[in-house]
Structures are given as structure tokens and as C-alpha cells.
């Protein structure tokens, strides 16, 4: 996974875990996770509409402050 950092930079995200089921940073991988679950919870109605912003919103969040700690700008394919 390659990044782009607040001084325009292009970097590599380096595996910084020891885990067999995934390449690259574990906060990514986590993050991924957390978004497959946050998927289960959509449904038909306004509070599993409901249930999924607030979880969205509570990953997003923790992914934003992980990016800003690491002087990440953006995400790249």
C-alpha cells in the first residue's frame, strides 16, 4: 500500500506486525475488518441505518487521527 504524505511524498506502508493472514500496517488491515462488520449492520430499517453511521463514523475517526499521526494526506491504490 503506497501513501502520499503531507509533504507530497510517496511512500510504502510497511507490514508492522507479525501476522500471517495480511500484508502491509495492521491499523489497515483492522481498519478493513471494521468496515466489513459495519456492513452487516445495514438493513431495512432507520435504526440498523442508524447503528451503521455511528460505527462508520467511530472507524473513520480512528483511522483520520492514525493518518494525521503519521503525516498521512492520502491513501493510495
Given at each position: 500500500?503506497?501513501?502520499?504524505?503531507?509533504?507530497?511524498?510517496?511512500?510504502?506502508?510497511?507490514?508492522?506486525?507479525?501476522?500471517?493472514?495480511?500484508?502491509?500496517?495492521?491499523?489497515?488491515?483492522?481498519?478493513?475488518?471494521?468496515?466489513?462488520?459495519?456492513l452487516?449492520?445495514?438493513?431495512?430499517?432507520?435504526?440498523?441505518?442508524?447503528?451503521?453511521?455511528?460505527?462508520?463514523?467511530?472507524?473513520?475517526?480512528?483511522?483520520?487521527?492514525?493518518?494525521?499521526?503519521?503525516?498521512?494526506?492520502?491513501?493510495?491504490?
Amino acid at each position: 500500500m503506497l501513501a502520499k504524505l503531507e509533504d507530497g511524498s510517496i511512500v510504502t506502508l510497511e507490514k508492522d506486525c507479525s501476522c500471517l493472514d495480511h500484508d502491509g500496517p495492521h491499523w489497515l488491515y483492522s481498519d478493513r475488518l471494521f468496515h466489513q462488520l459495519n456492513l452487516q449492520l445495514l438493513g431495512p430499517n432507520n435504526l440498523q441505518t442508524q447503528a451503521f453511521a455511528i460505527e462508520e463514523q467511530a472507524r473513520l475517526t480512528c483511522k483520520l487521527s492514525i493518518m494525521k499521526a503519521k503525516r498521512i494526506a492520502e491513501l493510495l491504490q
